[in-house]
């Protein structure tokens, strides 16, 4: 794990799955359409955690914590 938390606005976030499609590892959707995210992830996926929240269109993903 790198040491960084996600942060998600769920107020803000619109669903758009670009986060999805840069992280799929760590950003899914569930049976309702609802994201799922995994708040704290392995340090390996740190690139495309990074790129997921530069892709939201509505900037709702936040890196919270030292990305090392």
Same mark, same amino acid.
């Given at each position: 794990m790198f040491d960084v938390r996600i942060h998600v606005d769920m107020?803000?976030?619109e669903s758009h799955g670009q986060c999805v499609f840069a992280a799929p590892e760590v950003f899914s959707f569930d049976d309702d359409d609802r994201l &799922?995210?995994?708040a704290e992830p392995a340090a390996g996926l740190r690139e495309d955690v990074v790129r997921a929240a530069g892709a939201c269109p509505v &900037? @709702?993903? @936040?890196?919270v914590g030292e990305a090392g």
């Open positions: 107020d803000v976030c &799922r995210y995994e &900037r @709702a993903i @936040a890196l």
